[in-house]
């Protein structure tokens, strides 16, 4: 047997059967349950009913499933999807495997997904794509947690429609009861998490019921069976009825009479003639022309790829929306959000991230979660931070303003990804939920007195210089040598230290990481105000991580911020010890302590490296106002 | 329940959708690279990603060029096409040929399909890409066409070494791609990924892709070995005593070294009649490549070794 092979139309009438083909809609859905629950028998089933499993890989499926099947020798289809050797021989799935088939009315796309609790990452991934779940329950067991889990992330990712698959039914002796109860059961549970439309279907995987066909074995039901059910929902309504969103992905120009905008269509429906908003700039325009491949269209819908010319030469860029002129997204920089956390370094709260929305990769940072979720309760619960597979509500700072729509109303407006920008490792994923409206109504005060006018005053440039090292290399020595020596030369100066600054403004931060971040976040920032005033600013932190450091240097304009290594070797420090914090640490008195138990990530391009065993504090000052005298910061 | 909506013309057809996506993936792996590339290699596979390709950028052709890893060893209707087609598409073509396989004349008929295939393609990939600086190429492969395809992102980080780390893979959501890469680091991007073999037939019917005419059923000279059908295409191609090609009318499910590429008896002469035959067939497409069955889990291993 093969592929469609029992179509008579593809052996009489080629061409009708291919333009028939050709017609059909595409499902993408997800399976959520547990090997246990028979969810990779379901998939299985699903490829070998399709025809899509060939006699070269049934000849393989029989031999293995007499090596290693779990059906006495019977065909164990779930051997027909494990992909990676490793989880082969652990017999589980630990990712997203995207499997096809197709009938004569659609095409699927199916992400399965393992039911572990620890790999809500892999379900939210997805999730992220598909317009339906199916979520399998063990008759035998019923509505259990994992259940819970699956559904409540199902409908957090927008995923409007479920079908219910109560399975193993062969195993409770096809009961009616027994379906009805649990059917009864989850819809009382989907309600309170507002999942509305669900079908529940009786089936056995294993043996074929209602996978097909309407099962002799269940006449009681009069629902229809998996395979009818998937062919006919209806998905696609819900993509072209808002209005119209397009950000740019690409600007097309290849000579100077054609000047066109590419890029997906995640929202409404767009006609030539129609006139079209560019967010966030908010400059108006009509829409040209349409163009798809080489061919002209007068319209386009939501999930096409096309490219569309303006009848205005205005400034569109990657990253730039197009909407509907009159019912336009909202634009704002400040945000709370659903975070979901993907990654084993846990999120600290004010480091600066790389988020991409639409098209656009731009800086920004999330704060400590408001509340955590517990994914299997739905209990809120305080949080620091949010570790691997934790979902919080967060709020959401992006470094400039992001047209968006919320994520219950367009998915690809409201999606957002998290990328960490030392590893480049996608480490979370975000959807938003609203503007802030602090972000929306506190405006920036225009403020008279300008650094011009300080720098006019004092005679000098503002400038952060910023002295990293280990605790006891030697910062704060050469910092208060370095205030002096400017002191004497009028200028302006003021010395924020790392434990003076604890003891006041930070005195509610210990020493984990998500504290060390907002440690440094806070006096990056209070450095940034004093530069406001025209000071030059010493800063002494050990401040461990490059990533503030570079946060710290990107609050300042170019030119005003000196990166000082005070590079001293660890066994050096160490031997110093000059407050016993070593000795303290390696007695295990005191933890976190950077270069023992916590880490330190030295600078890569310093405006100065200071070597304290090759030179005394006194040169290294004299280096350093050398170099702010050579950046221009003294006169 | 209601009768399906397939007469709306909102809801977009399967290939519409795919389209749409394909096209949405190669032009975000372009807007974030320094040096695109496209894998060429001439099959069917390769000419809807370049038809994709197209369209993508159009009315501009895209902006890059192909790269066609050649093992001197490709049927000759084969590199007919291949010039044909960068012409047509107004794309530059760039040929690489392991030097060192063209110092040994490496062969599949006195090294075996491995070695061939290893030193040819494997390494002569890494090599065209070290020497051209290429930081992204896209390639053609399905996640339909092995079981572990199936689990490979659409966006495929790969080490300066050019190794796959499966446990390493950044998850896809929507359609935000995190295309970011560290100094070396390149990237392999499928945009044909959630495509099927019976997609891109249909696909090439609808938007009438020129193929290589090796596809459609013709009288060729072959030689029975082993029980696969080979075509002698050129003078290369040693026979064994007595052995005297026949002229039989075959045509090929995929392509390759024309030593190692099994042909089809059929009489399938037109694009819908082949979709038929396939259609109605009953082994896999890969069935006819002989590296996929030297051991189980083998295409995976040659993944994290660089191969495609």
Known sequence: MCAHARDDLLERDIEAYLDAHEQKSLLRFITCGSVDDGKSTLIGRLLYESKLVFEDHLAALESDSKRVGTQGGDLDFALLLDGLEAEREQGITIDVAYRFFSTERRKFIVADTPGHEQYTRNMVTGASTADLAVILIDARKGVLTQTKRHSYLVSLLGIRHVVLAVNKLDLVHYSRQVFEAIEADYRAFAEQIGINDIVCIPMSALKGDNILHASPNTPWYHGPALVPHLETVHVDDDLSAGPFRMPVQWVNRPNLDFRGFSGSIVGGTVAVGDRIRVLPSGQTSNVARIVNGGDDRDDAVAGESVTITLTDEIDVSRGDVLAAADDPPAVADQFEAHVIWMHEQQLLPGRPYLLKIGTRLVGGAISAPKYRINVNTLEHS???????NEIGVCNVNFDRLIPFDPYVENRDMGSFIVVDRLTNATVGAGL????????????????????????????????????????????????????????????????????????GLNKD?????????????????????????????????ISPFRAERRMARDLVPDGRFCEVFIDTPLAVAEDRDPKGLYRKARRGELSNFTGIDSPYEAPENPEILIDTTAVTPEVAAEQIVDELRAMGILP | MTETVETDRRVLSHLQRLEAESIHIIREAVAESERPVMLYS????????????????????PPFPLLHVDTTWKFQAMYEFRDRMAKESGMELRVW???????????????????????????GLKQALDHYGFDCA???????????????????????????????????????????????????????SNWTELDVWLYIHRENIPMVPLYLAAPRPVVERDGALLMVDDERFPLAPGEEPEMRSV??????????????????????????????????????????????????????????
Request: glycine residues 8%.
């Open chain 2, 42 to 61: 001439v099959g069917k596979d390769s000419g809807t990603m370049l038809h994709l390709a197209r369209k993508a950028f159009a009315p501009s052709p």
């Open chain 1, 509 to 541: 931060l210990g020493f984990t990481d998500v504290d060390r971040v907002e440690n440094i976040r806070r006096v990056a920032e209070v450095a940034k105000l004093m530069t406001d005033a025209g000071l030059v600013v010493l800063v002494t932190f």
């Open chain 2, 251 to 308: 045509r090929f499910r995929t392509l390759g070294c024309y030593p190692l590429t099994g042909a089809v008896e059929s009489k399938a002469s037109t694009l819908s009649e082949v979709i038929q035959e396939t259609l109605l067939t009953t082994t896999s497409e890969r069935q006819g490549r002989v590296i996929d069955h030297d051991q189980s889990g083998s295409m995976e291993k040659k993944k994290q070794e660089g191969y495609f």
């Open chain 1, 382 to 388: 305080a949080a620091k931070t949010l570790e691997l």
């Open chain 1, 432 to 503: 938003l939920h609203f503007a802030l409206r602090r972000s929306q109504n506190v405006h920036w005060q225009t403020i008279d007195v300008d650094i011009d006018a300080h720098v006019r005053l004092k005679g000098h440039q503002p400038c952060v210089v910023w002295f990293t090292g280990l605790s006891g290399s030697g910062k704060s020595t050469i910092g208060n040598l370095v205030e002096k020596r400017l002191h004497a030369e009028g200028v302006h100066t003021t010395m924020l230290d790392g434990d003076n600054v604890r003891h």
């Open chain 2, 138 to 192: 896209f390639g053609g492969a399905r996640r339909d066409e092995e079981k572990s395809r199936a689990k490979e992102r659409i966006f495929s980080i790969r080490s300066a070494q050019h190794r796959w780390d499966p446990k390493q893979q950044r998850p896809e959501l929507w359609n935000l791609y995190n295309v970011r890469r560290s100094p070396g680091e390149t990237m392999r991007v499928f945009p044909i």
């Open chain 2, 97 to 123: 040929q392991n030097p060192e396989c063209v110092r040994l004349g490496i062969n599949p008929f006195d090294h075996g399909s491995q070695l061939h295939t290893d030193m040819w393609k494997t390494e």
